[in-house]
């Protein structure tokens, strides 16, 4: 078990993409994804929502400054039959183009073509299931609803797929 976070990990990632179309992607200077291509990622923090995680991770990690504009998926599961592992997946625009580094986690980060990444034998597993997916299916943010005051939320969204979409 990992004491910082106990036994039920919550973490955010965003596909970053760019308008040529080239997906934002990291190599790790740690875990199981050292030196792979991977997703900009990282655990949520408390006060803070899955998608705003996803782009603090960006920003951090990269320097990209991005927007939600759509949930992609969830990957779960379970490490050594005892901590759960969790992660959303989350579609973002950028609204910057220059990378920055962050040299304590990361080897680099670039944006790559699709084809480029599908070449890379360094491309992870999870990227190299999101690139055999494309077109990818997502599900857009509704904001403005408010489950009732009871409940104590600050902050509230929803990202289901609508009908009248």
């Avoid at 320097?63 to 050594?80: M, S």
Wanted: glycine share 10%; aromatic share 10%.
């Amino acid at each position: 078990m990992n004491s910082k976070r106990g036994n039920v990990w919550i973490a955010a990632a965003g596909l970053v993409i760019n308008e040529a179309g080239e997906w934002l992607v990291v190599k790790k200077k740690y875990s199981g994804l050292k030196g792979k291509w991977s997703l900009p990622a990282g655990f949520v923090q408390p006060g803070e929502m899955l998608d705003e995680a996803a782009v603090r991770e960006v920003k951090e990690e990269t320097g990209i400054d991005a927007e939600p504009i759509a949930f992609l998926g969830l990957r779960t599961g379970v490490i050594d039959g005892e901590i759960s592992d969790n992660m959303a997946i989350f579609l973002l625009r950028p609204r910057s183009e220059d990378i920055t580094v962050q040299e304590d986690e990361l080897h680099a980060a670039a944006f790559l073509s699709k084809p480029a990444l599908c070449a890379d034998p360094a491309t992870s597993g999870l990227l190299r299931y999101l690139l055999a997916l494309e077109p990818l299916a997502f599900l857009p943010p509704h904001d403005g609803f408010n489950p009732g005051d009871p409940f104590g939320y600050t902050k509230y969204r929803l990202y289901f797929k609508s009908s009248k979409s």
